[in-house]
Nanobody, 127 residues
């Protein structure tokens, strides 16, 4: 079990940037999959970005070229740098981790594959 705590959300105008952080209770080097998901009001939770313990990343098409996922193993922290934000990026953003099980590549952005979740941080983008 991994405890996750997100921070860094807030309100920003379209075109602006935010960086989300997710502090983990255990070494991020050892966690096989770490991911960011988001859930807008009235919508299903959707995958945003995933990073594997070997550094391989996967992004949702809607954020490619704008968002960057990274982690600092020494600080046990996952990041999501979000640039050129759009109103449709407004959502609650969640950090998730799957420490040991293998997730097939086509399933890595599916929330059902992850057993450890943070409480979320709100991002609001105004036009």
């Amino acid at each position: 079990q991994v405890q996750l705590v997100e921070s860094g959300g807030g309100s920003v105008q379209a075109g602006g940037s935010l960086r989300l952080s997710c502090a983990a209770s255990s070494s991020t080097y050892a966690i096989r999959h770490m991911a960011w998901f988001r859930q807008a009001l009235g919508k299903e939770r959707e995958g945003v970005a995933v990073i594997l313990n070997d550094g391989i990343t996967t992004y949702a098409d809607s954020v490619k070229g704008r968002f960057t996922v990274s982690k600092d193993n020494a600080k046990k922290t996952l990041y999501l740098q979000m640039n050129n934000l759009k109103p449709e990026d407004t959502a609650k953003y969640y950090c998730a981790a799957e420490p040991s099980l293998t997730i097939f590549s086509w399933r890595r952005l599916h929330p059902e594959e992850y057993g450890n979740w943070g409480q979320g941080t709100q991002v609001t983008v105004s036009s």
